[in-house]
């Protein structure tokens, strides 16, 4: 169970430092997802929680009141809600922050962008018909569901998350398949995009980084369930491997060939793309 706190932000709507968003919005500090790879989790030592990882949330009860009501600033501006939070995670069913503040948004029509790995988020499908841009995109690492609950324990299902992606393409949103991160010799992005082809536009790409903080969950996580791959990952991440150019290759060409939308984030300043539809 994660320690719940409402606390009061001052500001809401704030410059991103991501590669494509302009604006960032998250309405939680902390996520309850508590995946063993989230890079987030250096939002400890801003907010000073003590807690592991995925074991508290401030529900910044404000958020949706700190929206302008007039305003053309963010008007075709990029805003992502939630860059170090899933705005679906389970709070949000109580608080439905997320919901609110996409209600105030919808006056000031920025682009909207948001992704989460809960299903959640097809409760709101009402509100993004009302945006004029937007991508809505559900990530997803990996088809097993028994590895999928150790490395993203509270999240939805595969099933779920599948699911989502359906249901908000049936509704006539645009729908994007994040898979990432991709972990090596596990992650089948071949499967994942069989399976979900005819209902995804587009599929994003993003490679497993190996950041300090999470180095000892994913090697305690292979030494469980996948010992064998202790070294190959050793190499990938500790030698001039060039496993991540050859996997990047296999996808564009996999893409072409299927007529595949793609973008890969392997290297984040200049993600590669294709569009075939
Ligand atoms: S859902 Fe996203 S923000 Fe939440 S723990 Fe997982 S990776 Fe981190």
């Given at each position: 169970m994660a320690k719940i706190k409402e606390i009061k932000a001052k500001t809401i709507i704030v410059k991103s430092n991501l590669p494509e968003g302009e604006y960032v919005i998250n309405p939680y500090v902390g996520c309850q997802?508590?995946?063993?790879y989230c890079y987030a989790r250096f939002m400890k030592r801003f907010s000073g929680h003590e807690e592991p990882w995925g074991k508290f949330v401030d529900v910044k009860i404000n958020?949706?009141?700190?929206?302008?009501?007039?305003?053309?600033?963010?008007?075709?501006?990029w805003i992502t809600i939630g860059s170090v939070c899933d705005p679906y995670q389970p709070i949000e069913r109580k608080y439905k922050l997320t919901r609110k503040i996409?209600?105030?948004?919808?006056?000031?029509?920025?682009?909207?962008?948001?992704?989460?790995?809960?299903?959640?988020?097809?409760?709101?499908?009402?509100?993004f018909k009302?945006?004029?841009d937007r991508v809505v995109a559900v990530s997803l690492s990996i088809l097993n569901e028994r590895l999928r609950k150790q490395l993203e324990p509270?999240?939805?299902?595969?099933k779920a998350r599948i699911g989502a992606l359906k249901k908000l393409r049936n509704a006539g949103i645009r729908t994007t398949l994040f898979i990432s991160p991709i972990f090596p010799y596990i992650t089948d992005w071949?499967?994942?995009?069989?399976?979900t082809k005819y209902f995804v536009d587009e599929f994003w790409f993003e490679n497993l980084n190996l950041y300090p903080s999470i180095k000892e969950n994913i090697y305690g996580f292979l030494k469980k369930n996948k010992?064998?791959?202790?070294?190959?990952?050793?190499?990938?991440?500790?030698?001039?491997?060039?496993?991540?150019n050859i996997e990047e290759e296999r996808i564009k060409e996999f893409c072409k060939q299927n007529k595949i939308n793609y973008k890969i984030y392997f290297h984040h300043k200049n993600p590669s793309s294709g569009n075939f539809a």
């Open positions: 997802h508590a995946c063993i958020a949706p009141d700190l929206i302008p009501e007039i305003t053309n600033k963010f008007k075709d501006k996409l209600e105030k948004l919808i006056l000031l029509q920025p682009h909207l962008d948001l992704m989460t790995k809960s299903d959640l988020v097809v409760r709101d499908i009402d509100l009302q945006f004029k509270f999240s939805s299902s595969v071949k499967s994942i995009i069989e399976k010992p064998e791959l202790v070294e190959k990952y050793k190499k990938i991440y500790s030698t001039k491997s060039d496993y991540w």
